[in-house]
């Protein structure tokens, strides 16, 4: 089980606690500290960027997959452009944990409780 607590000035701390029959262990713990608006922007910046490159190179690839198909099976490329979403890596099952409420402002998603103090 996780246990993320937010302080009001900024900060939090995670605790990794297993739980046994009779008693919870902690196993490690985690300082968190905010960080400043700037480097949350350049962050935000850099990761936009990247997947935006990587979307480019897929699409890329893409391309460059219809056209060998157009020139060596034109029958199969038509096949695949009149049904894009009927293959068996797209028909994935979303699966997601039960949220609980509990006393105050705590919220249970799982194993995952996050306080405010």
Request: charged share 25%; proline share 2%.
């Amino acid at each position: 089980m996780a246990v993320f607590t937010i302080f009001n000035e900024g900060k939090g701390k995670m605790d990794i606690l297993q739980t046994t029959e009779y008693k919870n262990i902690e196993l490690i713990s985690f300082d968190f500290e905010a960080c400043v608006d700037e480097e949350i922007r350049q962050q935000i910046t850099f990761r936009y960027g990247s997947l935006k490159s990587k979307l480019a190179l897929m699409e890329g690839r893409l391309q460059d997959i219809n056209e060998l198909l157009r020139l060596k099976n034109p029958s199969l490329l038509l096949q695949l452009q009149k049904n894009p979403g009927t293959s068996q890596f797209n028909q994935s099952k979303i699966i997601g944990g039960e949220s609980k409420i509990l006393q105050g402002n705590n919220v249970n998603t799982g194993s995952i409780i996050i306080k405010n103090k």
